[in-house]
């Protein structure tokens, strides 16, 4: 996630994906989140732009299964 949020979409995807092979499986996760697996694959491609509502419901998906917790936290800017 920080990676999306720090503007570099790509390297969100592709730790994403990696994530997924190393654990639940696009099969697994895509009947899960109620995603086509084909869809599911493409959207963490290199090319693949995920709607917010799939990038959700994987991410809720593998905080499930996977224990994996999300947070966004405000960064405290020096004065």
Request: charged share 30%; net charge negative; proline share 5%.
């Amino acid at each position: 996630m920080e990676a999306f949020t720090a503007g570099e979409p790509d390297t969100g995807k592709a730790l994403i994906r990696d994530y997924i092979n190393a654990t639940v499986g696009f099969e697994q996760l895509a009947e899960a989140a109620s995603i086509d697996p084909k869809n599911l694959m493409r959207m963490f491609g290199p090319r693949g732009n995920p709607r917010l509502v799939n990038l959700s419901a994987v991410l809720r998906e593998l905080n499930r299964r996977e224990a994996v917790d999300f947070r966004v936290e405000a960064e405290r800017l020096a004065s």
